[in-house]
């Protein structure tokens, strides 16, 4: 059985990877430049984009952020937004989901070296 604290066994899966993986890549690409200040690494690597929608007419995001009052929480949301509308050219609106941030949302092989996990 894996580790639930390991980075990567805690990955989402996006809904969109079904009916748009090239949008989907497209997207991940684009969020990979937004870096929590805090930490040093991307919305991607940290795993804070728990679901993609792609419809239509818009995307729908969900979010988390590490934690419940990151100071930086409204300008990471912000930023997702609208890198999402400029890689999909779509109107994006993002959901700020409850679930707890932990280290095995982050992408495989990132190691922080804080002795945490």
Avoid at 39 to 62: A, C, F, K, T, W
Wanted: net charge negative; with cysteine.
């Amino acid at each position: 059985m894996e580790n639930p604290s390991q980075p990567g066994t805690n990955r989402p899966v996006w809904d969109a990877e079904a009916t748009h993986p090239e949008a989907c890549n497209k997207l991940r690409d684009a969020l990979r430049e937004i870096i929590d200040p805090e930490i040093g690494l991307n919305v991607i690597q940290l795993g804070l984009i728990r679901n993609v929608r792609i419809e239509p007419d818009q995307v729908m995001i969900r979010m988390i952020l590490t934690t419940p009052f990151c100071p930086y929480g409204p300008a990471l949301i912000e930023m997702t937004r609208q890198k999402a509308e400029e890689a999909l050219g779509l109107p994006t609106f993002i959901e700020l989901g409850m679930e707890m941030w932990d280290f095995s949302m982050m992408e495989e092989g990132i190691d922080l070296g804080w002795g945490l996990y």
